[in-house]
């Protein structure tokens, strides 16, 4: 089992900067992805970034050259550097990791992030 614990979220003004941390326990292998999805009241849960182990990045079109996805592989933790957010960013923040040796998928119990305009 993988434990995520979430930190960092907030309310922040538009144009306003938060730092999300997800930090990993458990089986959690070295060879994983670890991303940070977002799901806002009446959508559906969406990516926002991911990060592989390798450094293999990937990012939301929504959210490219103003949030910043990194990780830590010593610590097992990842992070989300959220500059320049806006309204539309606002929704509760999920940590995903899936294992590659078996792909499983963990989640971890999500951080609100409101910002006002």
């Known amino acids: 089992q993988v434990q995520l614990v979430e930190s960092g979220g907030g309310l922040v003004q538009a144009g306003g900067s938060l730092r999300l941390s997800c930090a990993a326990s458990?089986?959690?292998?070295?060879?994983?992805?670890m991303g940070w999805y977002r799901q806002a009241p009446g959508k559906e849960r969406e990516l926002v970034a991911k990060?592989?182990?390798?450094?293999?990045?990937n990012y939301a079109d929504s959210v490219k050259g103003r949030f910043t996805i990194s990780r830590d592989n010593g610590k097992n933790t990842a992070y989300l550097q959220m500059n320049s957010l806006r309204p539309e960013d606002s929704a509760v923040y999920y940590c995903?990791?899936?294992?590659?040796?078996?792909?499983?998928?963990?989640w971890g119990q999500g951080t609100q992030v409101t910002v006002s305009s």
């Open positions: 995903n990791v899936i294992i590659y040796a078996d792909y499983s998928t963990y």
């Open positions: 458990g089986r959690i292998f070295s060879s994983n992805i």
């Open positions: 990060v592989s182990s390798g450094g293999r990045i």
